[in-house]
């Protein structure tokens, strides 16, 4: 067999093997300690899991090292041995699998969230990441995988420094029943990102058993054309004669696997409860399954936020970029963004995107500022206040690499050119950090006058790009709207090079429209006209205001008038918005409601996650004569409920309430000291840990965060906590609940334990539970009072238990 990974998985479909950690607990494996190390301290257990996946007949064994990060290493004080580790395990694989099997260093999340919703900053987790693929790399690893990632901006930072190791790299990220991870990622928006960094494979693992991958996959398969690799657990976990157990057997597994080959899957394997002999019957159903051909080019763009995704070019309706985050001309946002505010920036993310925009320009060039971080500080200022995919908009490189930095999902770079300096400064960051390019049609002679020679370096920078391995797909190209007062035969050489591009490149195109009528009366008149004819055209994407009625008239009946309005839906609903009952359209426009009291604008400040203004905001209240409980109660607790409530609906993901619940926590910093004697007691104490054994505790230190700003006091006794520990805080702290959290399938049963033992001692504290491999049944079954769900129906759940409704 070939050692060469990508080669093979073109040529036939490859089977990876199942669960690690499900196979070392058959072999004896006791909860605790670091699994991670067995590689040294008993690499003869880890060589026998291998070697039974081997003899079910695995194509790719994954190494023991999904927690072999330096932040995961840190939990047991094994960082400094991090490389010897990672070699060691790469090595008892290879030992294994010899010359016969490709070896897979596995890699797993760092257990922290990266800035701003987590404290760990891109570029470490970057170095993070890179550290442990170049020892695995050095062990004999032949391709890297990486599994279970929940944020997409650490799959980000996991494939860039995996990529250093220059294996072929895998990745897979978790989704739950609604398709979203933890932080509200859909598998659209994951493939967009994951497929754009060049990696040879994605799909789904763990969380969900196999129909579950299998829609997580399929959803996938509609925005990439690389290969698809699905991961499932063998079903969801049951409590069964007091042990966990997953009841999807091999063959119920194996009779779905020619779906996920349909769904353009080509490589197979299985997480969570997977054994030898699911991998051997799913291996022998995959092997007989004729693989769908797929199309290696897209024939479209795509772009990605966190939570949402973005298509154009091809058969796709055109798009609408808003312009207006730009200080040119606009003193207020210029003399803020040097101020290091983003209030200014804020508002316009939000009102565009109300507006009807689809993508939204970022420019932050303000002269004698520093843009780098200024385009950092933008970027997490949008990335915050809406979900739609950014357009990086900046000539100087470094603030440029800055947003690349900052984004979260796959953005668009906005510019380069036929220029040399750009096509050697800024197409290699595109490439680096997976984005698309906005390529404008000049060179180093300038701007050519017509069609034919913007058409040239049109192709000149479509052919370099892919030199360097950027997609066609990836090159949204702009042929420029002069100024038609000043060249009166410029609209029509701007129409005809629009028209050879999409004829003899097939690439998108985009255009800043408002160029067109300026030095004329009645611009925006001009603009709407040249608007239609650039979408009939073939324009794919218009820059400009999507809070200009004449504008997003003209868009919008274009769209019906070519077709890209199935039924003239869009342009009907549009319509209807604007239309006061009984009224006529022409008098009425979409316009944002405006709160303007305080207590209204305080409870905005918290749904909005308004980190910036909050205190400030509580000063006012506090100088206009508001009592502080009445500030609290009246005006910050609803706003966080409003959260819940915008959570609970899919509108709102983890990072806003995140940072709704940081804005939060800055208003009670500043009321603090006004509460004095008037502070009233807690809605109650609660009790969180993470069960022995088990170091993961993202899920509960939300938990933790959204309880103390609801007004709860709450004791975290942190990770790897033993039930006794538990047992004893409880009776010393009267805890009216306790919340226990585990993610591994060795360490849940510990859950069962603690209850109990809380039962067997009388103590009458409320009990919920949680965690990636719960499950309301299991809840059930182990006596706990509540299943904890998601972070907000957990504290709607514990608001119940305190009060004595859900026990």
């Known amino acids: 067999m070939s050692r060469d990974f990508l080669s093979e998985l073109g040529r036939r479909p ?22 991670d190390e067995l590689s040294l301290k008993d690499p003869d257990l880890v060589k026998r899991v291998h070697k039974a996946y081997a003899s079910a007949e695995a ?19 094994l960082e400094s041995r991090l490389r010897e580790i990672n070699v060691a395990a790469a090595r008892a694989a290879r030992e294994v699998a010899g010359g016969e099997r490709f070896v897979a260093g596995d890699i797993g999340p760092t257990g922290r969230f990266i800035e701003p919703v987590g404290d760990l900053d891109f570029d470490r987790a970057v170095a993070v990441f890179r550290e442990q693929a170049v020892a695995l790399k050095e062990g004999g690893a032949d391709l890297i995988i990486i ?9 980000r930072a996991a494939i860039i420094g995996s990529r250093a190791s220059g294996l072929p790299v895998v990745a897979t990220m978790t989704f739950d029943e609604t398709m979203r991870t933890v932080l509200g990622t859909s598998p659209e928006a994951f493939a967009i990102m994951a497929s754009a960094l060049g990696v040879a494979a994605i799909g789904a693992n763990c969380s969900l058993g196999i129909e579950g991958i299998y829609n997580a996959v399929a959803a996938m398969s509609r925005v990439t054309s690389i290969p698809l690799i699905a991961q499932p657990n063998a079903g969801l976990p049951v409590l069964k004669d007091g042990a966990t157990v997953f009841p999807g057997t091999p063959g119920d597994m194996a009779a779905y696997v020619p779906k996920l080959v349909e769904a353009g899957v080509r490589a197979l394997g299985g997480c969570c409860g997977t054994t030898p ?26 772009l990605a936020s966190r939570t949402s995704h973005t298509l154009f070019g091809g058969a796709f309706t055109p798009i609408i970029v808003g312009e207006r985050i730009n200080p040119t001309g606009r003193k207020a946002l210029a003399l803020e963004i040097k101020e290091g505010k983003t209030a200014g920036i804020r508002n316009e993310t939000r009102t565009q995107a109300l507006a009807g925009a689809h993508c939204l320009d970022v420019n932050v060039g303000v002269p004698g500022m520093d843009e780098a971080p200024s385009m950092r500080r933008a970027v997490f200022a949008v990335n915050e206040n809406s979900s739609l995919p950014i357009v990086i908009d900046s000539s100087n490189p470094l603030a440029i690499e800055a947003g690349l930095k900052t984004v979260d999902g796959k953005p668009l770079i906005n510019s380069i050119s036929g220029e040399e300096k750009k096509l050697q400064t800024i197409m290699p960051l595109a490439k680096e950090y997976g984005a698309a390019l906005l ?40 042929c420029l709207a002069m100024t038609v007062s000043a060249a009166p035969k410029s609209a029509l050489e701007t129409l005809k090079a629009i028209r050879m591009v999409k004829e003899r490149l097939g690439v998108s195109t985009i255009l800043g429209v408002s160029n067109i009528s300026f030095g004329l009366p009645g611009r925006e008149v001009i603009n709407a006209a040249f608007l239609t004819m650039a979408i009939e055209a073939g324009l794919d994407a218009a ?10 008239d003209a868009y919008h009946a274009s769209c019906v008038l070519i077709n890209r309005d199935a039924r003239a839906e869009r342009y009907i609903k549009r319509y209807q918005a604007m239309t006061p009952v009984g009224g006529d359209a022409s008098k009425a426009a979409p316009a944002a409601s405006v709160e303007t009291g305080i207590e209204a604008r305080l409870r905005k400040a918290i749904i909005e996650g308004d980190e910036e203004n909050i205190v400030n905001l509580v000063e006012e209240a506090l100088g206009g004569g508001y009592d502080p409980m009445k500030i609290s109660n009246d005006c910050l607790i609803p706003g966080l409920e409003e959260v819940g409530r915008l959570f609970s609906s899919n509108r709102y993901y983890l990072p806003q309430v ?28 609660v009790l969180l840990a993470t069960v022995e054994g088990d170091i993961h505790d993202i899920g509960k230190n939300i938990v933790a965060t959204l309880l103390e700003n609801h007004g709860f006091e709450v004791i975290d006794l942190g990770k790897n906590v033993s039930a006794e520990r538990i047992i004893e805080e409880a009776v010393k702290q009267k805890v009216d609940v306790v919340g226990l959290s585990a993610l591994m399938t060795t360490t849940v049963m510990e859950m069962d334990k603690i209850i109990k033992l809380l039962k067997e001692r009388g103590i009458k504290a409320a009990t919920i539970v949680g965690g990636a491999v719960v499950t309301p049944e299991f809840s059930k079954n182990i006596g706990a009072d509540e299943f904890g769900g998601d972070a907000m129906a957990a504290i709607d759940k514990i608001k119940r238990l305190v009060k004595g409704e859900g026990v």
């Open 658 to 685: 995140m940072l709704s619940a940081d804005t939060m926590k800055r208003a009670f910093g500043r009321l603090k000291g006004e509460f004095k004697d008037k502070k009233g007691k807690p809605l109650g104490k």
């Open 439 to 478: 390529a404008l049609t000049l060179d180093d002679k300038g701007i050519p006058e017509t069609a034919e020679e913007r058409f040239n370096v049109a192709e000149l920078i479509v052919n370099r790009a892919a030199a360097i391995g950027i997609k066609a797909e990836d090159i949204v190209i702009d």
């Open 543 to 552: 820059i400009i205001n999507p809070m200009n009625k004449a504008m997003m």
């Open 14 to 35: 490859l089977v990876f093997d199942g669960a690690t950690g499900t196979m070392l607990q058959r072999f004896g494996l006791k909860p605790g300690g670091c699994p």
């Open 59 to 77: 194509d790719v064994l994954s190494t023991n090292t999904f927690g072999a990060n330096a932040e995961k290493l840190k939990e047991y004080g």
């Open 277 to 302: 002999e699911h991998i051997q019957e799913m291996g022998a159903a995959f092997r007989r399954s004729k693989p769908v051909s797929r199309s290696r080019s897209l024939g479209f763009t795509a």
């Open 147 to 155: 599994e279970t990632m929940m944020d997409i901006k650490e799959m």
